[in-house]
């Protein structure tokens, strides 16, 4: 039972320290996790530990693997074995390429100091949701190095717009997130990665259960339906049609064998063309 206690101890206080680390109080913490604060200050003083299937969530919010908060992983990576730096050094080396980044000079920094451009980006994720286009979390910064009202848009380090504008107006943030949105459905191609195209076909399974459990994974691995889509993506296609690419490609896969990744490019985009009328509605409902 004391060892048992001393876990959650330390579960407790590592959750505190990760919380402040993100600047949430415990009331704005609990309400994303959607708990009281009385519950979670009791994880925090260890007197109670959360379920299982809530990690996975206060993960996500606190940015940390469950390794950390857990207390599971031991290797060390600094001479000291300061937890600390070794987080930061974690976090960077996760952080370095990300998916997308909105970076700007200091005249744009203005805009960017309440939460009003969150709303607006979480109002064009919407938008792209409709055309089939799941958005990665946008990591937004200032960048000193860039001219003071110079803004960029980057995947992967990658640069896939930029501009500097002629002057800042009240509509400046609103222009910012729409070049964003436009290069997000410019390059989407570029920007989906793998880990994305599993949150697609695992939504998708709601509305087509038989088909994604059947075919995605067991048939066709999420590294090959990555590969399809970006070629279906090249050629002007768009994501709303993600179902029907999937069945075309489990089907070909089943009748054909190993298929090169341009061919079944090939069949899908013969499959889909001439059918923009068939579902005038449709979207992923992300």
Not at 133 to 138: A, F, Q, S
Not at 257 to 281: H, R, W, Y
């Amino acid at each position: 039972m004391e060892k048992q206690a001393g876990k959650t101890e330390f579960f407790g206080s590592r959750l505190a320290e990760c919380r402040r680390e993100k600047n949430l109080t415990q009331e704005e913490f609990s309400n994303q996790l959607g708990i009281t604060p009385q519950a979670l200050s009791k994880w925090e003083r260890g007197l109670s530990a959360p379920d299982l299937f809530m990690i996975s969530d206060i993960c996500n919010i606190l940015d940390v693997s469950a390794d950390y908060l857990l207390g599971t992983k031991t290797g060390k990576i600094t001479e000291d074995g300061n937890i600390k730096v070794q987080k930061e050094i974690w976090s960077n080396l996760r952080n370095n390429l990300d998916a997308l980044q909105l970076v700007f000079g200091k005249e744009l920094v203005p805009f960017f100091m309440d939460n009003q451009f969150m709303e607006k980006i979480a109002k064009l994720r919407v938008r792209l949701s409709k055309e089939g286009i799941l958005m990665p979390v946008v990591r937004v910064s200032d960048q000193l190095s860039l001219g003071n009202k110079e803004f960029m848009v980057l995947s992967y380090q990658k640069i896939l717009y930029r501009e500097v504008l002629e002057k800042t107006e009240d509509n400046s943030l609103d222009y910012v997130i729409d070049k964003l949105g436009e290069a997000v459905r410019a390059n989407y191609a570029e920007i989906i990665n793998v880990d994305m195209v599993k949150s697609l076909t695992d939504n998708l399974k709601i509305k087509y259960p038989v088909l994604i459990e059947s075919a995605v994974q067991e048939k066709v691995p999420y590294t090959l339906l990555l590969d399809v889509i970006r070629g279906f993506l090249r050629r002007g296609n768009s994501l709303v049609y993600l179902p029907k690419i999937i069945e075309i490609a489990e089907r070909e896969v089943r009748e054909h064998g190993s298929m090169q990744v341009s061919e079944l490019v090939e069949c899908i985009a013969k499959s889909v063309k001439g059918t923009e009328n068939d579902f005038p509605n449709h979207s992923l409902q992300i």
